[in-house]
Nanobody
Framework: VQLQASGGGLVQAGGSRRLSCSAS????????MGWFRQAPGKEREFVAA????????HYAASVKGRFDISRDNAKNTVYLQMNNLAPEDTAVYYC??????????????????????WGQGTQVTVSS
């Protein structure tokens, strides 16, 4: 599956941004999806994940209550709504897909190595 992330840009602290990730090449609803981010000099870290049906979502503690992950399987797209952004949210944001065909509709993962496919990343910069 091919993933294309978009929606990044420059935003002021306290502002909002919505990222999108469009998928193609396979049945999107077979995949659990995740968002990760990587700041300069740091390792890639988990942000949010959603099961293939959308029934289950999970967030990193640092973004819980501020970010919202959702998906539209009819549009082959997963979203990350980011609110109340802070300078420490500055990073390249990546979407990722893991084949969850055999895992049931409550499966998700926050582990980088579990994901099979990655988008190219979109830069989010939060100014103070």
């Amino acid at each position: 599956v091919q993933l294309q992330a978009s929606g990044g840009g420059l935003v002021q602290a306290g502002g909002s941004r919505r990222l999108s990730c469009s998928a193609s090449g396979d049945t999107f609803s077979n995949y659990a999806m995740g968002w990760f981010r990587q700041a300069p000099g740091k390792e890639r870290e988990f942000v949010a994940a959603i099961s293939w049906s959308g029934a289950i979502v999970h967030y990193a503690a640092s973004v819980k209550g501020r970010f919202d992950i959702s998906r539209d399987n009819a549009k082959n797209t997963v979203y990350l709504q980011m609110n109340n952004l802070a300078p420490e949210d500055t990073a390249v944001y990546y979407c990722a897909a893991e084949d969850a065909t055999y895992y049931g509709d409550q499966y998700y993962s926050e582990t980088v190595d579990h994901y099979d496919y990655w988008g190219q990343g979109t830069q989010v910069t939060v100014s103070s």
